[in-house]
């Protein structure tokens, strides 16, 4: 078994709350279905501060807790993730979701991992992560419990498999960093890189690229 976490591409799109107290509405989804779920408006960040493209992703991404899939990726996972959660509507310029894992498994083993805690004894980072597999048992994707003496924002959890299926449905703009596995170490870190997209032309550019066509055209 091996078991990764979402991974940051270099350059891939960002989806971002536009109000900052949203931010905190990811943070806080605890595994639990959502109820009474008011869909935030996001903003996607698609150019660098230099003004070239980020490369398009089928995940923005916000974090290594949150999950957001274009409608692409929504299509081509339905059936493979709905057993371990909920998709939830977004609020933006063009259809995303979010995944809200709710597959919840007590699979850290605290004493052999090594662990970095608060003063009040609630766990501030992981640095080394051992699961307990018979913990995990079949789920393909799956959440810590959070609670103030653990974890308190858990990482979302995929097993090898998932992590190959989206590769093989030809997804782009996602990585996955290994974190643990119980067999000999293959690749520990899979990327499935982003789609370079060029700015769109502007109207000005565009009339001089038409204008210098036809000079050519009539031999100028």
């Not at 709350?17 to 903003?43: I, N, S």
């Not at 994707?141 to 449905?169: H, N, W």
């Amino acid at each position: 078994m091996k078991i990764y976490v979402l991974s940051v591409v270099e350059g891939q799109e960002w989806a971002l709350p536009r109000h900052v107290d949203d931010y905190q509405l990811f943070a806080t989804l605890c595994g639990q279905k959502q109820t009474r779920w008011h869909p935030p408006r996001m903003e996607f960040l698609r150019e660098h501060d230099d003004g070239t493209r980020r490369q398009h992703s089928d995940f923005p991404w916000l974090g290594e807790h949150v999950l957001i899939l274009r409608a692409k990726a929504l299509e081509l996972l339905r059936s493979t993730l709905e057993p371990y959660g909920e998709f939830l509507s977004l609020r933006s310029d063009e259809p995303i979701s979010l995944f809200n894992v709710t597959t919840v498994a007590d699979a850290l083993d605290e004493e052999r991992s090594e662990i970095v805690r608060f003063d009040d004894g609630g766990i501030m980072m992981i640095e080394r992560t051992v699961l307990r597999p018979d913990a995990i048992g079949d789920a393909e994707i799956f959440k810590l419990p959070e609670r103030a003496d653990g974890v308190r924002v858990s990482s979302i959890y995929l097993q090898e498999t998932i992590v190959r299926r989206i590769g093989e449905l030809g997804l782009k703009g996602i990585a996955f960093a290994m974190v643990w596995s119980d067999e000999p170490v293959g690749r520990d870190r899979v990327e499935y890189p982003g789609v370079e997209r060029r700015a769109p032309a502007s109207s000005a550019s565009s009339l001089r690229r038409f204008l210098a066509a036809l000079l050519r055209k009539a031999g100028f």
